[in-house]
């Protein structure tokens, strides 16, 4: 996926490195994040495979490679957008976790759960924090992507508070 991710912004004007990884800090990071360890090979998978170009440039004293879309690169990435939508099972550790709890006790179960619900809590903060700064530079497309963040965090932080409710009542149940 990083390589598409690439592409896409590379579609809009050149990059570097850096400017890639801080474009996806403040765009798909919610659903899909990528480190330096993963952008940098993808950058050299992607020149190889003769989609990508690059030139150095010196910027404040510091050599950075720029990196432009080629045709190919253009048309891989407009083929892959094309495809169907497909969804994908997903692999939840969290739900595999729950899945597993009957081994835990109730308070151990609460607190799990609760952390969760704050971690939850904050990744949505955070979503709406930099949903001003998006909104003035992202398009109807890229900002709806935010919007399915924000909702599915919400969804969940609602789930886990009503399942918070629903653990109570099953550890109240007489055996």
Sequence with gaps: MI????????LDKEMTGYDIKQKISVSTANFYDASFGSIYPALKRLEAQKLIVSKKSIKKGKF????????????????WIKEP???????????LKIFFYRYL????????????IKL??????NLVKIEPLVASQADFFQLSTL???????Q?????????????????????
Excluded: C, M
Excluded at 105 to 116: A, G, H, P
Excluded at 147 to 153: A, I, M, N, R, V
Excluded at 156 to 165: A, C, E, K, S, T
């Design 120 to 125: 939850l809590s904050e990744y949505k903060a």
């Design 147 to 153: 919007h399915y963040g924000l909702d599915s965090y």
């Design 3 to 10: 390589d598409y991710i690439i592409l896409g912004f590379l």
């Design 105 to 116: 006790s109730k308070e151990e179960v609460v607190s799990r759960i609760t952390q969760f």
């Design 64 to 79: 950075k490679n720029i990196y432009h879309i080629l045709n190919l690169g253009r048309q891989t990435f407009l083929d």
């Design 155 to 175: 969804f969940l932080i609602d789930w886990f508070q009503q399942y918070l409710i629903t653990i109570d009542q099953e550890y109240s149940k007489p055996e």
């Design 85 to 95: 939508l497909v969804l994908h099972q997903s692999r939840n550790e969290y739900l």
